[in-house]
């Protein structure tokens, strides 16, 4: 029984080429993979839920709204809705002006917007547009909504100018 090693180590001293056991480089990369699997389901499920869920409140919020829409043909005030139950989770909502400029807006005026907070991705926010006297929930990455909002801001300033000019203009001639 000398001669026979257990679980074949060398002796000291002896040289050895044997590999390590294909059980245990098995099953490590089986663990990686498995990791790696769990990550990715995990990230696409957290970015699924976390885009979804905000988007159908902000859809129920536009289906609140839309009636009233339909009836004046104009970007309301939206306070009236936000003061109850969406007082938490509404970010944004267009000012008198920034309503006053939809009326006559060829592109679609943010009118309202939800943060949506994803740690494990790019931040963005379920975005209430209105356009042409129709109400649409999308959701827009962070960046992408800051400048929108700023070009839109700019915009609303513009048309808030040349109003103040027209109605000078008309009450001095």
Do not use: C
């Not at 294909?22 to 990369?29: D, G, H, Q, S, Y």
């Amino acid at each position: 029984m000398a001669k026979q090693q257990l679980h074949n180590v060398a002796p000291a001293g002896v040289a050895t080429t044997r590999r390590p056991r294909p059980r245990v480089a098995r099953t490590a990369i089986l663990l990686a993979i498995a990791t790696l699997l769990l990550f990715i389901t995990v990230g696409l499920s957290h970015r699924h839920f976390n885009r979804t869920l905000p988007l159908q409140r902000l859809e129920r919020f536009a289906d609140q709204v839309r009636p009233t829409v339909a009836q004046t043909g104009r970007l309301p005030d939206l306070t009236r809705w936000i003061e109850g139950e969406w007082s938490d989770k509404i970010t944004h909502k267009a000012d008198a002006w920034t309503r006053r400029y939809a009326a006559g807006a060829r592109e679609p005026v943010i009118a309202a917007a939800s943060m949506l907070h994803m740690p494990l991705s790019q931040a963005g926010r379920a975005v209430l547009l209105y356009e042409q006297q129709q109400l649409d929930v999308v959701w827009m990455a962070e960046s992408d909504f800051t400048q929108r909002l700023e070009d839109q801001r700019q915009a609303v300033e513009a048309a808030r100018k040349k109003t103040r000019h027209d109605s000078r203009t008309r009450s001095s001639g």
